[in-house]
C-alpha cells in the first residue's frame, strides 16, 4: 500500500498577495527595511534603463555630445525669452518629437517630465490666477463682495475673479517649465554620463566641477548597491517581523556605517584612479568628432531658434 504524500503546509500554498496579508484580509506593515530595499532596486533599474536608452541608435544619441549639448542650451535659452504660450507649445512639440526619433518611449518620457516640476510649477501660480494678485480682465467672477474691500493699505477690489492675463501668465510659466525639463531631461537620457561631463569641457567649466559632478554620480550609485547589500543581508536573516522602534535603530546604524565606508573609500578610490593615470579630466571610451551630421544639427537648432524668437516679436 503507497504511503500518503505529506502534506504541503498551508502557507507555502498562498499567494504573493495572500502573503502581504493578515488573518481577516488586512494588509500587514510593510517595515522600513522593505521599503528601504525597493526604493534601492528601483533607482538601480532606473538608472540601468537610461544607459539602455542612452546606447539606442536614435537621432539625438548618433549626435555629438558636444553639438548635443550647445543646442540643448541655446533652446533653453529660446525658451527663456519666448513669450507666447504657443509658441512654447510649438517648442515642445519639437522636444516630443526628438523624444520619439530618439527612440524614447512618449509614455514614459511624458510621464517623467510631467510627474512634478511643471505640476508644482502651476501650484506656485496658482494665485496670479486672481485679480487680487494680479489685475486684469476678468473671466469668471467668484464672489462679488458689493463693496471695494481694503486690507490695510492694499485694496482687494469688489470681487474675486479669475482675469484673462492671469491665466496667459500661468500657462506660459508652466509650459516653460514643461520645455526647459523636456530639453534637460533628453540630454541626460540620451547622452552617457562620462560623455554628458566630458562635453562640459566646450564651456571651460573648471576640472575640479567636473570631478565632484563624477565622483558625485559614482558614489551615488555605489552607495546604493551598498545600502541595498545591507538591508538585503538583515532581511535574509530575520525569522519575525520587526517592530518600528528596531527598524529606526537599523536604519540610523546604516547611516552612521556607510558614512564610514564612504570616508574610507573615498580615498581608495581616488588613489586607484590616479594610479589607472587619472589628471582631472573626464574619461570617456568614446572618441567625440565633428561630423557633417552634426554641423547639420547645430545649423538646424540655430535656425529654429531664430524662427521661434523672430516669430514669437512678430506675432507680439
Known sequence: MAEAAPAVPEWMLRGSVDALTGEGGKQRRVSVVQRTIQGLS???????????????????QRIDPRAKTVAMLVLLIVAAFLQRWYMLLALYAV??????LSRISLGF????????????????????LFNVFRAGDPLWTIWDFGREVRFGPWSLGSSLAITKQGIEGAVVLVLRVAVSVSLAVLLALTTRWA???????????????????????????????LASDMFTARVSR??????PREDRRFAATSMGTLLGKSHTMSDEIYAAMVSRG?????????????????????????????????GDRLVG
Do not use: C, Q
Open 42 to 60: 528601483r533607482a538601480l533599474r532606473h538608472s540601468v534603463f537610461s544607459e539602455k536608452i542612452a546606447a539606442r541608435d536614435g537621432l539625438l
Open 95 to 100: 522636444a516630443l518629437a526628438m523624444a520619439g
Open 278 to 310: 587619472y589628471n582631472g579630466e573626464p574619461m570617456s571610451t568614446h572618441r567625440f568628432s565633428m561630423r557633417g551630421a552634426d554641423w547639420a544639427w547645430l545649423g538646424a537648432v540655430a535656425l529654429m531658434a531664430m524662427l521661434a524668437l523672430g
Open 109 to 128: 518620457f511624458v510621464r517623467r517630465v510631467w510627474l512634478f516640476i511643471p505640476i508644482f510649477a502651476g501650484i506656485i501660480v496658482l494665485p496670479s
Open 195 to 225: 560623455d554628458l561631463l566630458k562635453s562640459l569641457r566646450v564651456f571651460l567649466v573648471p576640472r575640479i566641477f567636473i570631478l565632484i559632478l563624477s565622483m558625485t554620480y559614482r558614489y551615488i550609485f555605489l552607495l546604493i548597491s
Open 238 to 243: 530575520m525569522v519575525r517581523a520587526s517592530s
